[in-house]
């Protein structure tokens, strides 16, 4: 009695945002699209100097992934992943929602832990992640890495975006690339506001793969065969 008792309880817990922890199996959180799009920028900049940086990773699913499909392919990198591990920052939420984003989606990521994250990143082979909480519109850029051959950024919000992208792109190494998550045009997320707003106060071209927005660093050469 007492073991089927726990097996519902296993059940329904598996059917909560905790599920994720309890399988040691945290899911990758983007699109198997834009998961080609940030893998082949992963291999393009393999030879490129510099640590590869993810800003917003969610239970940290793409992370882990990334991280071992690189050593796993000889490339040993610096893997850094930056998130609040408590979910939106309730004045970024509240300015998207006057864009247009749905209230609905505000504690979307309030469950996540950051002892669990690391916790799952230890079990699924990929312990070396460095897992760094804060909000990165009030992070102190000294605590990126100097020099980033490839950035994810996927925080989903419009302010936050545009913080990332003026935080990682000074620090971004000659052929280094950033791809940033959720920018089809009429999202319910408005990461592509920021986006467009950084492209132009850098006087940068506008450049869109698979939903995802593209900037490139000096002497970068990526083709995404389109």
Known sequence: MESLMRARLYGLVKRTPLGPYVNNCPPIRIGPERL????????????????????????????????RMLRQTGVHKPYVAIDTFSGFVPEQFDADVALGTPRRLRK?????????????????GAPDIRFV???????????LPRQISACLVDVDLSKPVH???????????????????????GDDYKARVGYR?????????????????????????IDFGR
């Open 36 to 67: 080609y799009v940030w893998t082949h920028v992963l291999m393009r900049t393999r030879h490129v100097t510099g640590s590869v940086v993810e800003v917003g990773c969610s239970l940290g699913g793409t992370a882990m992934w990334s991280d």
């Open 197 to 221: 707003r950084f492209v132009a106060e850098h006087g940068l071209e506008e450049r869109y793969v698979l939903g995802m927005g593209v900037v490139t660093g000096p002497a970068a050469d």
């Open 133 to 143: 909480q804060g909000d990165i519109c009030r992070m102190d850029a000294a605590r």
């Open 108 to 124: 979307t990521f309030d469950y996540i832990s950051l002892p669990a994250v690391r916790r799952s990143a230890r079990k699924m």
């Open 163 to 185: 913080a990332a992208l003026t935080k990682v792109y000074p620090r971004l190494a000659p052929g280094g690339v950033i791809v940033v998550d959720d920018c089809p045009e």
